[in-house]
């Protein structure tokens, strides 16, 4: 009876403790880890959404930039790090398809997380060098077929975004090219530019800048409508490019073991950072817009993330790409 007592004083007293945190929390600065180099299009992403959460918690979210092994290693970070609310991770939809490209990861994806909201789904563009030989998708899907020997595809690396979208395009299009893999989306992005490759495709987070300044050629948007931001360029299923779709979901998570109080105000502090005039007007521009309210809930992210594993392991298995 003792020992029973002396467990209920305990439990109680974490229970009271994690209350109090929760109204104090947060009391210094929150560590917001991008498993991606500075620059690219989730830092982009994540760089806007600190700003407004800043806003509301009253404390600053810090973006850390833990890049390399396709994310995994910015992963297992936040997996690793402490349960405090004080270390949460933005990740896209590499947190999905790590499972099936990697075979062995440092961490369990559906295990080792708090889930607290998805963010914003980011369509994504195909472009290429501004001195390509083509005026539009037609001749572009001609030339590079035409081509496809000495036809350069750059990417971000093992599971980018832009690696997942390049696969899915060669096999609508049943042709391979040289793949060109970079250590994060800022170095493709700048070869490009320079003309050392030919083309890729990338979030509008990262190419609405380059297209609206002339400086890269876009030949399609991969989702079902334009993209309001670059109304004047076509779907690749308008162009004959049929059931292509890839957007770039992003969703915040916290490690397993954050007490649920500060979950919860993480949770209500994402929901109202997106309703934010400033992230609203800044998403915009980059050509997307925040998720509605009832997607930025830990159901909502838990659920979509478990149905994306389901969804590209056995594409990215069919495909037999692995890292080590």
């Given at each position: 009876?003792?020992?029973?007592?002396l467990k209920s004083i305990s439990l109680l007293a974490l229970v009271i403790a994690a209350s109090a945190q929760a109204q104090?929390?947060?009391?210094?600065?929150?560590?917001?880890?991008?498993?991606?180099?500075?620059?690219?299009?989730?830092?982009?992403?994540?760089?806007?959404?600190?700003?407004?959460?800043?806003?509301?918690?009253?404390?600053?979210?810090?973006?850390?930039?833990?890049?390399?092994?396709?994310?995994?290693?910015?992963?297992?970070?936040?997996?690793?790090?402490?349960?405090?609310?004080?270390?949460?991770?933005?990740?896209?939809?590499?947190?999905?398809?790590?499972?099936?490209?990697?075979?062995?990861?440092?961490?369990?994806?559906?295990?080792?997380?708090?889930?607290?909201?998805?963010?914003?789904?980011?369509?994504?563009?195909?472009?290429?060098?501004?001195?390509?030989?083509?005026?539009?998708?037609?001749?572009?899907?001609?030339?590079?077929k035409a081509n496809k020997e000495k036809i350069s595809y750059a990417n971000a690396g093992l599971g980018a975004a832009s690696?997942?979208?390049?696969?899915?395009?060669?096999?609508?299009?049943?042709?391979?090219?040289?793949?060109?893999?970079?250590?994060?989306?800022?170095?493709?992005?700048?070869?490009?530019?320079?003309?050392?490759?030919?083309?890729?495709?990338?979030?509008?987070?990262?190419?609405?800048?380059?297209?609206?300044?002339?400086?890269?050629?876009?030949?399609?948007?991969?989702?079902k409508t334009r993209v309001a931001s670059l109304k004047d360029i076509p779907t690749l299923a308008e162009q004959g490019l049929?059931?292509?779709?890839?957007?770039?979901?992003?969703?915040?998570?916290?490690?397993?073991?954050?007490?649920?109080?500060?979950?919860?105000?993480?949770?209500?502090?994402?929901?109202?950072?997106?309703?934010?005039?400033?992230?609203?007007?800044?998403?915009?521009?980059?050509?997307?817009?925040?998720?509605?309210?009832?997607?930025?809930?830990?159901?909502?992210?838990?659920?979509?993330?478990?149905?994306?594993?389901?969804?590209?392991?056995?594409?990215?298995?069919?495909?037999?790409?692995?890292?080590?």
């Amino acid at each position: 009876m003792f020992r029973f007592f002396l467990k209920s004083i305990s439990l109680l007293a974490l229970v009271i403790a994690a209350s109090a945190q929760a109204q104090t929390y947060p009391t210094k600065s929150i560590t917001m880890v991008v498993p991606f180099a500075a620059g690219g299009p989730t830092d982009t992403l994540g760089r806007n959404l600190a700003q407004a959460m800043t806003k509301i918690l009253k404390q600053t979210v810090v973006i850390e930039n833990v890049g390399g092994a396709g994310g995994t290693i910015g992963v297992n970070r936040v997996a690793k790090a402490g349960h405090d609310g004080y270390t949460v991770l933005l990740h896209h939809i590499g947190m999905s398809t790590a499972p099936a490209l990697y075979r062995t990861l440092p961490y369990k994806t559906l295990d080792d997380f708090e889930y607290i909201g998805l963010v914003a789904d980011v369509p994504m563009t195909l472009i290429a060098r501004g001195n390509f030989p083509a005026k539009d998708f037609k001749e572009f899907l001609t030339y590079i077929k035409a081509n496809k020997e000495k036809i350069s595809y750059a990417n971000a690396g093992l599971g980018a975004a832009s690696h997942l979208c390049g696969m899915l395009f060669m096999s609508a299009i049943q042709t391979d090219f040289t793949t060109v893999p970079y250590k994060g989306t800022a170095p493709a992005m700048n070869d490009l530019l320079g003309g050392q490759v030919d083309f890729m495709c990338d979030q509008t987070t990262n190419t609405t800048g380059q297209i609206l300044g002339g400086k890269v050629k876009a030949f399609g948007v991969t989702t079902k409508t334009r993209v309001a931001s670059l109304k004047d360029i076509p779907t690749l299923a308008e162009q004959g490019l049929k059931d292509f779709e890839v957007g770039v979901w992003h969703g915040v998570y916290a490690p397993k073991g954050t007490p649920k109080p500060v979950l919860d105000k993480l949770v209500a502090t994402l929901q109202e950072a997106l309703q934010d005039p400033d992230l609203k007007a800044n998403l915009a521009k980059l050509g997307t817009e925040p998720v509605p309210q009832k997607y930025a809930t830990p159901d909502a992210l838990r659920n979509h993330l478990k149905a994306e594993i389901d969804k590209w392991g056995p594409l990215i298995k069919k495909a037999g790409v692995y890292a080590d």
